[in-house]
C-alpha cells in the first residue's frame, strides 16, 4: 500500500486507517503507530484527517455508532434486523459505512471549496477612476505598490485590487509610471488601441485625445508594445521612445530628450519646435485654455521652457518671439498680427 502518496482525504477514508482512528482494532492500532513514527512528514495530513473524522464520528456515543451503523446494513441487505447481524459483520459494516460516510464527506468539502473559489473568482472587481482637472497633478499608489504620477486633464481607471493574471489600467492623458516588479503578473497600461506591457520599470506615457500621436518614453527597464488587433510589436530599451499614430496605425521607435519628457512633473512646460496645434493642445491639457490662431502665421516651430509659469506669460512669451499679438476672451486666447 503507497500510503507515503496519501493525502488527508485518503487516509480519512481508508478502512484501516479508520479502524486505527476507532481504536477498534489491534492490529491496525499497531501498525499505524509504527507507520507514522516512519514517516514524519506525512504528519500534517495525518492530523487533518483526523480532524476530519472527529468531525464526523465523535458526535455520537458508541452505542449510537453502532445503531446507525445497523441502520446503515439494514437499508443495504433488506429485512435484515440489528439482532440477527452477527458481530463480525458489524464491525465489517462499521469500518465500510464510516469509509463510505469520510468520503461523501470529503466530495461535499471539495464540493464547498470548489463553490468558494469559483465565487471568488467571479467577483465582479472593484474599479476606480481618478481624473485631475486642468492645472492639477497627483500621486497615485496602486495596490500592488505601483507608483502613477498623474498629469493635468488626465485620467487613470484601474481595479482596487488586481485580480487575475495581469495589472490593468487605462489611461486618458499622461502619466508617469513606476511600477513593482512582479513577474507573474504583467502591468498592462491600455491607451486606446496601444497597450503597453511591462513587468517593473519605469516610463512616461502621454496619450491626450487632442494630440495625433501616443508617445511611450522608456526611463528604465523594458517595455513591449502592440496595437489591437495588428500583428505590430515593438519593444522599447531605456531612453528608446514609441510613436504611435491611430490614424495611420503606425508604431514607429525613437529617441527623446529624459529631461524634457519628465519636465511637466515638476511644473515645468516645454516645447521643441512644437507646430500650433501641438501648442495649442499642450497648453489646453495644462490650463484648460483654447488657443486660436487667425494670425495667418502657419510655420511655427516655436521651442521654449516655462517654469510654474501662468499661461499668459507663455503666451506673452511665444507672441513676442513670433512678433504676433493676442487676445483674451474669457478662456479663448486668439493669436493676431
Known amino acids: 500500500m503507497q500510503y507515503n502518496s496519501y493525502e488527508a482525504a485518503d487516509f480519512a477514508a481508508d478502512e484501516s486507517f479508520v479502524a486505527y482512528f476507532l481504536k477498534k482494532n489491534a492490529d ?11 514517516h514524519p512528514e506525512k504528519s500534517n495530513e495525518v492530523k487533518a484527517a483526523e480532524r476530519l473524522l472527529t468531525q464526523l464520528y465523535l458526535r ?68 476606480i477612476t481618478k481624473r485631475n482637472t486642468f492645472g492639477h497633478k497627483s500621486i497615485i499608489v496602486l495596490s500592488d505598490g505601483s507608483k502613477v504620477t498623474l498629469n493635468s486633464n488626465s485620467t487613470l481607471t484601474f481595479q482596487k485590487n488586481f485580480e487575475g493574471e495581469t495589472r490593468s489600467v487605462e489611461l486618458i492623458g499622461e502619466a508617469f509610471f513606476e511600477v513593482a516588479h512582479q513577474p507573474d503578473k504583467p502591468f498592462i497600461v491600455k491607451t486606446g488601441k496601444l497597450f503597453t506591457k511591462v513587468l517593473g520599470t519605469k516610463f512616461d506615457v502621454c496619450a491626450y485625445p487632442n ?54 512633473q515638476k511644473g515645468t512646460v516645454t516645447f521643441n519646435n512644437s507646430a500650433f496645434d501641438e501648442i495649442a493642445a499642450q497648453l489646453y491639457n495644462a490650463y484648460g485654455i483654447t488657443l486660436v490662431n487667425k494670425s495667418g502665421e502657419q510655420q511655427w516651430n516655436y521651442t521654449g521652457s516655462f517654469q510654474k509659469a501662468n499661461y499668459i506669460d507663455i503666451v506673452k512669451s511665444i507672441c513676442f518671439a513670433k512678433g504676433l ?13
Do not use: C
Open 28 to 38: 491496525a492500532v499497531a501498525f499505524w503507530q509504527h507507520w507514522l513514527a516512519a
Open 60 to 127: 455520537l456515543d458508541e452505542a449510537e455508532i453502532e445503531m446507525e451503523v445497523a441502520k446503515f446494513d439494514e437499508f443495504l441487505k433488506g429485512p435484515a434486523t440489528i439482532d440477527t447481524v452477527p458481530i463480525q459483520r458489524k464491525i465489517f459494516s462499521s469500518f465500510n459505512y464510516l469509509k463510505i460516510v469520510a468520503a461523501a464527506a470529503v466530495v461535499i468539502l471539495v464540493a464547498l471549496l470548489s463553490i468558494t473559489t469559483y465565487q471568488q473568482r467571479n467577483v465582479t472587481p472593484i474599479y
Open 211 to 264: 494630440l495625433s500621436t501616443i508617445k511611450v518614453s522608456l526611463l528604465q527597464g523594458s517595455v513591449a508594445l502592440n496595437i489591437d488587433g495588428s500583428n505590430k510589436k515593438l519593444k522599447l530599451k531605456p531612453a528608446q521612445m514609441a510613436v504611435f499614430n491611430p490614424k495611420a496605425n503606425s508604431l514607429l521607435q525613437t529617441t527623446f530628450d529624459t529631461s524634457a519628457a519628465l519636465a511637466w
Open 325 to 337: 499679438n493676442y487676445q483674451l476672451t474669457q478662456k479663448t486666447i486668439t493669436i493676431i498680427k
